[in-house]
Nanobody, 118 residues
């Protein structure tokens, strides 16, 4: 059974930094494309960042230049480095893993809360 567990969320001041982690149990993350999504109260879940199995990345427009997604396959962990955070970054952040074309191989973490406030 695949389990994804996010950590690193919390309260951070505007302009500050935070690093989220997503660790996996029951599988090797190296075979999955990985994403970070977020969902703010009253809003739809949105894609924050994506990384392929070979390390190619892309980002949502609202976080380009501020956030960085990375993966460490030896540690079986996905990261999201969040810099220059803004109040509008406040949301629950979710880790997602999938194999393109294989809908049965799609897994979500439980989410971690990030709150940006002075």
């Amino acid at each position: 059974q695949v389990q994804l567990v996010e950590s690193g969320g919390g309260l951070v001041q505007p302009g500050g930094s935070l690093r989220l982690s997503c660790s996996a149990a029951g599988t090797r993350l190296s075979i999955f494309a990985m994403d970070w999504y977020r969902q703010a109260p009253g809003k739809q879940r949105e894609l924050v960042a994506h990384i392929t199995t070979d390390g190619s990345t892309n980002y949502g427009d609202s976080v380009k230049g501020r956030f960085a997604i990375s993966r460490d396959n030896t540690e079986n962990t996905l990261y999201l480095q969040m810099n220059s955070v803004k109040p509008e970054d406040t949301a629950v952040y979710y880790c997602h893993a999938d194999v393109p074309g294989r809908p049965e191989l799609s897994f979500w973490g439980q989410g971690t809360q990030v709150t940006v406030s002075a």
